[in-house]
Nanobody, 115 residues
Framework: QVQLVESGGGLVQPGGSLILSCAASGSISSIRAMGWYRQAPGKQRELVAIITGGGTTNYGDAVKGRFTISRDNAKNTVFLQMNSLKLEDTAVYYC?????????WGQGTQVTVSS
């Protein structure tokens, strides 16, 4: 089993920045990639960003150029630096860990962008 614990969500004004963290524990040696998804009220969960063990990254179109994903392998932690936040970035952000045939999810952290 893998446990994922997010932190760093909160309320921020449009144009502001926020950093999310996700700490992984458990059977993490089998994890191939980690990333972030988000779900806004009434919408489907969507990809925000993902990073492989080798450092390859992929971003959702809505956040390209504004968000940056990174990882600290020594601390088994993934970060999401969010800049130039928009109202439409408001959502619950979920940490995701992937291994062959299985997805693991954190409990989610609320990010609210509001003036």
């Amino acid at each position: 089993q893998v446990q994922l614990v997010e932190s760093g969500g909160g309320l921020v004004q449009p144009g502001g920045s926020l950093i999310l963290s996700c700490a992984a524990s458990g059977s993490i040696s089998s994890i191939r990639a980690m990333g972030w998804y988000r779900q806004a009220p009434g919408k489907q969960r969507e990809l925000v960003a993902i990073i492989t063990g080798g450092g390859t990254t992929n971003y959702g179109d809505a956040v390209k150029g504004r968000f940056t994903i990174s990882r600290d392998n020594a601390k088994n932690t993934v970060f999401l630096q969010m800049n130039s936040l928009k109202l439409e970035d408001t959502a619950v952000y979920y940490c995701n860990g992937q291994r062959v045939g299985t997805d693991y999810w954190g409990q989610g952290t609320q990010v609210t962008v509001s003036s």
